[in-house]
């Protein structure tokens, strides 16, 4: 199953204003009607589940640390458990109308897609607990029922936007090549900082003494031939890691890329210090095309965007949707 360009769909999510009549009926199961089409708590459990694993990962990650639960976190004064909701809504909008789109068009999966699309969700089964699936309310046919209907809106949406006409090289030229030249460099890094409870403290003036002298150090051994990997076998203490950047990044200090920018492809540079300690960085390409295309890339990504999304909006026209808000508000 490419869920890669499932999650390109899922993206787009956000940008849709979805012209729908929000009618509040009576309670029942259905959920959403589209057409003749009735959707019900079934047909929304899966993507209720791939919230919730966010929201899980979200909370393993950041919620003792900033005190706060996935859902109350607020994005542009919305809540995220609002914001899930409205995600939730659209996609399961979206991918029943491609999908129906696809199969008026004569889109079918094929046995190996199909086989494919089963073997994934006997893993992804074996993956949960038996709690788990559970307290979700999937089993392995509600699974493979969305993901079937994933798959042929997929298969729809990735035929659409080849089809797309996008004049490239003039997407490239709003490009600027200087703006995004990207800098490939690893470095040997000696702190002069310690990090506790997230406090930033600078040591103390004996250990700030061998912090320079160490990097001193390094510094001669790289005069008289040693590399990296040697220096490492060498000197206890000193870091290594790479550090790929375009001067806009904020991920390395200004210092260090003031300094890089000036190297020669495989120069060294001199001691650079900063804020948390002493580099000495080693160019390994000082002019990197990757974030460059990868801008040129992302640019012409979003001008079929674009146009997916006047094309999704003439579809939505074509169909009667109504929302059991109510009901659906009840239950999530």
């Known amino acids: ?33 589209i057409d003749d089409t009735k959707l019900s708590l079934d047909d929304f459990l899966y993507d209720i589940y791939l919230i919730e694993h966010e929201r899980d990962l979200w909370n393993n990650k950041f919620k003792e640390s900033l005190g706060i639960d996935y859902f109350d976190y607020e994005y542009d004064g919305t809540s995220m458990k609002q ?6 809504m659209t996609k399961v909008i979206l991918y029943e109308i491609l999908s129906d789109q696809a199969k ?38 509600i699974l493979i029922k969305a993901n079937n209907k994933l798959a042929l809106a997929d298969k729809y949406y990735l035929a659409l936007i080849r089809d797309f006409e996008v004049n490239e090289e003039s997407i490239q030229s709003t490009v600027d090549s200087d703006v995004y030249r990207e800098y490939k460099t690893e470095c040997l890094y000696v702190p002069t900082t310690e990090i506790s409870n997230k406090n930033i403290s600078p040591l103390d003036e004996d250990e700030l003494d061998k912090a320079y002298d160490k990097i001193r150090f390094i510094k001669q051994l790289i005069l008289k031939g040693s590399d990296f990997e040697e220096i490492l076998g060498l000197v206890e203490g000193a870091i290594h890691y790479e550090r790929n950047f375009i001067l806009s990044d904020n ?51 979003d001008e079929k965007t674009n146009q997916f999304k006047i094309h999704y909006d003439k579809l939505l026209e074509e169909y009667e949707i109504t929302i059991n808000t109510e009901y659906w508000d009840s239950i999530y």
Do not use: W
């Open 104 to 141: 008026k068009k004569g889109y079918t999966l094929s046995d190996e897609e199909i086989n494919t699309i089963d073997e994934n969700v006997d893993k992804l089964i074996a993956s949960i607990s038996d709690v788990q699936l559970k307290e979700s309310k999937m089993n392995r046919d």
């Open 1 to 33: 199953m490419k869920r890669k360009h499932i999650s390109l769909i899922a993206l787009l999510l956000i940008i849709f204003s979805l012209p729908l009549s929000l009618l509040a009926c009576s309670k029942n199961e259905v959920i959403v009607e």
């Open 83 to 88: 914001l899930a909701k409205n995600t939730i």
């Open 251 to 301: 991920t390395a200090e200004g210092e260090y890329k003031e300094a890089a920018k000036e190297l020669a492809n495989g120069a060294y540079s001199d001691v650079i210090t900063t804020q948390f300690g002493h580099y000495i960085i080693h160019m390994l390409d000082n002019n990197s095309p990757s974030r460059y295309e990868m801008a040129i890339e992302s640019a012409i990504k």
